[in-house]
Every structure is written in C-alpha cells, then in structure tokens.
C-alpha cells in the first residue's frame, strides 16, 4: 500500500505529495506493477524510517508539552482550550473532554496562535507564533536534524477528515479526504491494527521523507453513519470554493473542528459507566516489548495480591528451559475502595506471551498507574509500544449486547432461531423494511429518500455510507445478518450502486 511519493508545490505555499498506486505502472518504466518492482526495494528502508521518526517524536513531544506549558501559563492554556472547543456556550462534557485531550494537545502545540486581546494577562509566546514554531527557534541548537525536520513538517498543518478505504493491519491505511477527495497513503501500524474500512479518523498527515504519517489524530473513529454531515460541510464549502485544497482546509478551520466537535457530542451522549474505584470506564490495551518473559514474571508477580508466585507459574506455560513463556497475570489488591474487608479487586490483567506483554485495564488513571509501575520494574528490559483505547460508545453496545443475551437463555434463542419458519419470516420484515427505507426521508440525506439522494454524486456517497453502516451491524448479528445483507444488496441493485 505503500506509494511512490515526490514533492508537488500546489501554489498554495503548504507543500504536497503526489502517489503512485501500488498496482499502478511503476514509475521506473519496467512495465510492471509498482508493488512489485521498485516498491519491494523502498519498504525495508521505509520501515527503518518510519521507527527512528516514531522515536523522535516522542522524544520531541514530551519537550513540546513541558515548554508549551511553561509559555502559555495558565491564562494561555485556557484560551487555547476554549478556542479550540470554539468557546462553548455551555460546559463541555467530561468524557468527550478526556476524549479530546490528546488531539488538543497536538493542535495546541502546532496550529495555535493567539492575539494578545483574547488572553487574560501576558504570555512567553509571542503573538501570531505556535509553540512548536517558538521552541525550534529558542532550542534549535539542542535539537537534532531529524527534530528539527519534524516541527518544520508538522507545524500548522491542516486536520482533516480521512476515511479509511483500504487497511493493512499492523502496516498502514489507504485514506481519502472527504473534504479535498484525495488518497494519501499513510503508514501507522498502530491504528492500522483497530481501524475498519469506512472508519473516518479526524486527523492531521504530514508528509515526511516520502511517507505520510499521522501526527496528531482522534482517539476515536467516526462510523460511516456520520460520513452525511461531513459531505454537507464539503458542499457548503464549495459554494465558495470551487476545488477544496490544503489551503481552504486552513481557511475553514474553524467550520471542519465544528463539524467534528458535533460529532464527538453526539457520540459521547451515553451514560457514563465507572469502575469500582470512581474512575470513568475506558479501555486501554498497552502494548509493551520484553527482553525476557521470565523476567518480566518475575518482577511483575507481585502486582497480584491473590496469587503466589508459585501458584502463577503453575499456570504458566514453560519453554524447553522450563522458564516462562507464556502467561496471564492477574493485576489486583486486597479488598475493594470502601470495603477493605471484602475479596480481592482485580485492577486489571498482564499477558506474558514471548517476547510481547500486553496490559488490559478499564481507565486512563488505571493505565497512568501500571504503566509507571511496569517500567519502573523492569526497566529496559521493556519498551513501550503503543495503547490502544477502545471507546466508551463500543463498551456501551457491548453491554446492551449482554443485557439482551440475558432476557433469554443462550439455548433457548438457538432453538427459536433453528426454525425455518421464524427465520424465514424474519427475512421477510427486513426485506420489506429495507424495500421501504428506499422511499423513505432520510434526515441525515437533508429530507431526501435515498432514492432520491442518489441522483447527484454527493448524495450517492452519503446513502452509501449509510449501507455501509448497516452492513456492519448486520455483520455482527450471527442470527440473521446473511438475511440482513441479502436484503441490503437488493437495496444497492434497485439504486445501482455497487456490490459489496
């Protein structure tokens, strides 16, 4: 997925790349597809790249947010956090705030600029200036070539929204604007690892050394559903403009985060749920790399407060050496909060599987805690990857999901849905209520039935977001989501789209 990448100066003074599709010609002129001709020989030197990049930003952010912090005092970080929420009229939920930390902290330190009228008291940052663009000119002798390239190539790029039209876990992702229609292939092997087709992720790419990465992105996915209001906003934008380009996308800043903060609102109206601590439920999957798993064991046994270290490695299982290989580990304390006297909590759980640790808890503090803990213990001996942040709208379905299980039993759903009759009537009521849906207004089509919508390009585009939606759903239901589909296609067959 990987794509052939060269400068191309748009006019606009925002640089750019042009691409080459991995089963376009190659452009060498061999003949053959670029994947398999010179791309084979790019992506061991891209992969390189791409890893001393990762480190070098994260070793640039921890900087950039401790100086950003000591320039922007209290009074600055303030108003950089109402404008960035478009100064609210209201409070702003807590969970869609914990949401947006992370990506307010990347636009804060690269995109933000203020005037001196719109801050209470003086700053250290000079007006019309970001924090990044001010510590590479007060730090520049203590920086890097590589650091230096990344805050010139980061610095005042655009958010956008991307929707991921083709995924290679563990690698990248193909995505397309939906604002400007343009592919950027991108590698991320983290978020490439959660990312579904028709995801869109609210996010800046920076092209950097022939690769697009993404520096600064939401912690959630948009789902497909959404894609409507977001073609709504690029046909607003194109009254005035007739080509939607880096520039416009700077331009309408302002429109693009209000059409994203909207979303993130709608997304986060579900009942917040806590753990027994308090805290906010939000799963986090921190991803480590050992040196050695029987040393991680070792020092990581006595986080569990139920189990002896003897009883742990009687589970575990043992390489040829008899040492550990692989094993889960139960991260716990003695009794609950209020109740001390009470059994073991269980905080959350530590998986030893060779050369990898993987860490599962159920809320951000929770995640601050064994992350300190696990690096405090083992030292070098284990490197951060990445964490993985499963959405609290995801955990809310989950559990609607069990709820539903519960109003009957397991065996006694399977045997109503073995019947031919039942499923076949089933079917029936899908096929006549995806049959009527065709003529039905549709509010997220602007009132239009979406036999309607289908006759501009737009509209096509919005109803076949809004199948794309269905079909996951369907995908998921193991009962009837074969007759779900069935119905579904014969939707895309009477609107001429095409066949998924």
């Not at 065996?411 to 009521?429: G, R, S, V, Y």
């Not at 006549?432 to 979406?450: C, F, N, R, V, Y």
């Not at 009962?479 to 589909?485: N, R």
Request: hydrophobic fraction near 35%; charge should be negative.
């Amino acid at each position: 997925m990987e794509a052939c990448l060269r400068e191309n100066d748009r006019g606009d003074g925002t640089g750019g790349v042009m691409e080459t599709g991995r089963n376009a010609p190659c452009p060498c002129g061999s003949g053959k597809k670029y994947k398999k001709c010179c791309l084979k020989t790019l992506e061991p030197d891209r992969d390189s790249e791409w890893r001393r990049l990762g480190e070098a930003y994260l070793r640039l952010q921890d900087r950039l947010i401790r100086f950003t912090e000591r320039m922007l005092r209290q009074s600055g970080m303030v108003a950089a956090y109402d404008e960035f929420l478009l100064w609210p009229d209201e409070e702003v939920d807590e969970q869609l705030l914990d949401r947006l930390g992370p990506l307010f902290a990347s636009w804060s330190m690269f995109n933000w600029t203020y005037d001196p009228a719109d801050v209470d008291g003086s700053l250290r940052l000079p007006p019309g200036v970001t924090p990044a663009e001010f510590f590479l000119e007060k730090e520049k002798g203590r920086l890097d070539d590589t650091e230096r390239e990344l805050i010139a190539a980061i610095s005042r790029g655009p958010f956008r929204f991307c929707e991921v039209i083709r995924c290679e876990p563990g690698r990248g992702f193909l995505l397309k604007d939906v604002l400007t229609e343009q592919e950027v292939d991108v590698r991320e092997p983290g978020a490439s690892r959660v990312a579904r087709e028709g995801d869109i992720l609210f996010c800046r790419v920076t092209p950097i050394r022939g690769m697009n990465m993404l520096f600064g992105c939401s912690n959630f996915a948009i789902p497909p559903e959404f894609k409507p209001e977001i073609i709504e906003l690029r046909s607003w934008m194109r009254q005035a403009c007739e080509t939607i380009t880096e520039a416009e996308l700077l331009e309408y800043d302002f429109e693009i985060r209000e059409a994203f903060l909207e979303i993130g609102h709608k997304l986060s109206r579900i009942p917040a749920l806590y753990n027994t601590d308090g805290e906010r439920l939000l799963m986090h999957t921190l991803h480590y790399e050992i040196d050695s798993p029987e040393q991680a064991f070792t020092r990581l046994a006595g986080l569990s407060a139920g189990e002896s270290e003897t009883d742990l490695r009687n589970r575990a299982k043992l390489d040829d050496r008899g040492q550990i290989s692989k094993l889960e580990i139960p991260w716990s304390r003695k009794g609950f909060r209020d109740r001390p006297n009470l059994q073991n909590t269980i905080l959350g759980t530590m998986a030893i599987d060779g050369g990898s640790l993987k860490v599962t808890v159920n809320s951000s503090e929770r995640a601050a805690t064994i992350r300190k803990e696990i690096e405090t213990r083992l030292g070098s001996g284990a490197r951060y990857k990445t964490t993985v942040i499963e959405t609290a709208e995801h955990m809310m379905q989950q559990v609607r999901s069990q709820d539903a299980r519960m109003t009957r039993s397991e065996a006694e759903h399977d045997e109503l849905m073995q019947n031919p009759e039942i499923k076949a009537k089933l079917a029936e009521i899908f096929a006549s209520h995806w049959g009527s849906w065709m003529d039905e207004k549709i509010p997220a089509l602007g009132g239009k039935t979406p036999r309607q919508a289908v006759r501009t390009a737009d509209g096509r585009e919005g109803v076949e977001a809004l199948l794309r939606s269905a079909e996951r759903h369907a995908a998921a239901d193991k009962d009837m989501g074969d007759e779900i589909l069935k119905a579904l296609e014969g939707v895309r067959r009477r609107l001429n789209l095409p066949r998924r």
